[in-house]
Nanobody, 127 residues
Framework: QVQLVESGGGLVQAGGSLRLSCAASGRTFSSAAMGWFRQAPGKEREFVAGISGSGISTSYADSVKGRFSISRDNAKNTVYLQVNSLKPEDTAVYYC????????????????????WGQGTQVTVSS
């Protein structure tokens, strides 16, 4: 089992920044691929960013590329999402997810690949 707890969300003005954190506990975090997804009201949950267990491979949705950055600290069992240049359309609940069975050098962009999810943290961007 892997337990995930997100934090760091909040209300910011357009152009602002936040750093979201996801603290993990349980087995095999250090080898698990980790992902961030988000869900806006009335919309499907969508992929935002992913990082492989090795930390070498990262991927981003086109809508956030160049503005968001995912990283991990295996010593702290934590994955981060630095979100910069925020836009009102970034408003959503942001979820952290873990895929313990992933290839060590890959991170999936598919929700179906992730077995464990946190409860989410709200990010609201005002214009």
């Amino acid at each position: 089992q892997v337990q995930l707890v997100e934090s760091g969300g909040g209300l910011v003005q357009a152009g602002g920044s936040l750093r979201l954190s996801c603290a993990a506990s349980g087995r095999t975090f250090s080898s698990a691929a980790m992902g961030w997804f988000r869900q806006a009201p009335g919309k499907e949950r969508e992929f935002v960013a992913g990082i492989s267990g090795s930390g070498i491979s990262t991927s981003y949705a086109d809508s956030v590329k160049g503005r968001f950055s995912i990283s991990r600290d295996n010593a702290k069992n934590t994955v981060y999402l630095q979100v910069n240049s925020l836009k009102p359309e970034d408003t959503a609940v942001y979820y952290c997810a873990a895929d313990p069975d992933a290839n060590y050098y890959l991170a999936s962009r598919s929700r179906a690949a992730y077995d464990y999810w946190g409860q989410g943290t709200q990010v609201t961007v005002s214009s």
